[in-house]
């Protein structure tokens, strides 16, 4: 009894964890997590595109909602796996389908989905900046489409112009540089 008793406090203690849902079947299986007090999340999460969206993403949502300390979220797709995969699409950081449950969340500082196939609108991206407020990184891909992403950026440094945008994780986007908003 006191091993199990010590392996549930380490589990308790977590606080950083990189994990792979590999698609759909993965979550609607998993069970309720018990790393609660994590502050750092990355994480894949791929569904079939053809598939109904809102249940799946908001399945999700409720997931990392209960992970109220967390200060980095990153559910892009691994390095290795990046590129255009068809049938396939990542999370969808939107509010209808679910987003706003991440409200519990207040001290969120990094936001990262790089190779997810973005769609956000304006709705879902001043969610995103007025409910972070603290938001100091984030991955400029917000849409696949061109001028709805430059339309985006320029929505988001006009209201959070401390905010910087990176193409991957580990690149910091200079937006003082106006031709920062032609390059992809």
Wanted: hydrophobic share 40%.
């Amino acid at each position: 009894m006191e091993i199990i008793r010590k392996e549930y406090e380490m589990v308790d203690e977590l606080n950083k964890i990189m994990a792979q849902l590999a698609g759909s079947h993965d979550v609607q299986r998993v069970k309720p997590w018990v790393c609660l007090k994590l502050v750092h999340l990355e994480t894949s999460i791929e569904f079939p595109s053809g598939h109904k969206l809102v249940d799946w993403d908001e399945q999700v949502f409720q997931q990392i909602s209960k992970l109220n300390h967390l200060e980095y979220l990153d559910i892009g797709r691994p390095s290795s796996v990046r590129g255009h995969k068809d049938g396939v699409r990542g999370l969808q950081l939107k509010v209808r389908y679910g987003m706003g449950l991440l409200a519990l969340i207040k001290d969120l500082h990094t936001l990262h989905f790089v190779d997810t196939c973005q769609r956000m609108d304006e709705q879902d991206l001043l969610w995103i900046l007025h409910q972070w407020p603290n938001l100091k990184s984030m991955t400029r891909s917000l849409h696949e489409d061109e001028g709805i992403r430059r339309t985006l950026r320029r929505l988001a440094l006009e209201t959070a112009p401390k905010l910087k945008f990176s193409s991957n994780k580990f690149h910091d986007w200079d937006w003082d540089n106006d031709d920062a908003l032609d390059e992809e």
